[in-house]
């Protein structure tokens, strides 16, 4: 099966775009999947905002995008775009470093007038580094909250519409490894 790697864009520790991300990586999980996540904002802020792609925890990040089959790049939407974290982020791989990719893009947001920030703001970008863009999912924040057993969309019809997104974006993933993962990588990260 396929190694994905979720990121979450969010710069928030009580993050409903990583709730998001999380929900849609246990649904990848449970279809055999690997998955892994990270958290950009778990990333050292001077290094990242100046761009030095050669500090130990921004290369570790980078390569984890590399070793991927396909990512999930969950964001939180702005003033109708995506975050100036995932931005900075994007910002420090290479010109094709998403070619041969998949990529699930995933957003959060307070109002239904951001929707479209998917596909006018964040798949130019995804589409730039080489990905191949699936449909995505913008689920407004309300719609997102935690039970006892870790996040939760409580609306049938927004759990529903994320499974279809998520269960297309996995029908595209290859069925066999072809490439190494090292694991270590996310341990230090």
Same mark, same amino acid.
């Given at each position: 099966m396929a190694i994905v790697l979720a990121l979450s864009g969010s710069p928030?520790? /009580?993050?409903?775009?990583?709730?998001? /991300?999380?929900?849609? /990586?246990?649904?990848?999980?449970?279809?055999?999947?690997?998955?892994?996540?990270?958290?950009?904002?778990?990333?050292?802020?001077?290094?990242?905002?100046?761009?030095?792609?050669?500090?130990?925890?921004?290369?570790? /990040?980078?390569?984890?995008?590399?070793?991927?089959?396909?990512?999930?790049?969950?964001?939180?939407?702005?003033?109708a775009a995506y975050s100036g974290l995932l931005k900075v982020f994007l910002d420090l791989l290479p010109r094709h470093a998403l070619d041969g990719k998949t990529v699930l893009p995933l957003a959060t947001g307070g109002s239904a007038a951001h929707v479209l920030a998917l596909d006018y703001a964040l798949r130019p970008v995804l589409t730039t580094l080489g990905a191949q863009v699936a449909q995505g999912r913008y689920v407004l924040d309300h719609e997102l909250g935690a039970t006892a057993d870790g996040p939760a969309l409580p609306a049938a019809d927004s759990a529903d519409a994320l499974a279809d997104a998520v269960a297309r974006f996995a029908s595209a993933l290859p069925r066999l490894r072809g490439g190494t993962w090292n694991p270590a990588l996310l341990s230090s990260a």
């Open positions: 928030s520790p /009580a993050s409903r775009t990583a709730r998001l /991300a999380e929900l849609a /990586a246990a649904d990848l999980r449970a279809r055999g999947h690997r998955v892994h996540t990270l958290a950009l904002r778990d990333l050292p802020a001077g290094p990242l905002l100046a761009a030095q792609g050669t500090d130990p925890a921004i290369a570790r /990040a980078v390569r984890l995008v590399a070793e991927a089959d396909a990512l999930v790049v969950a964001t939180p939407i702005y003033q």
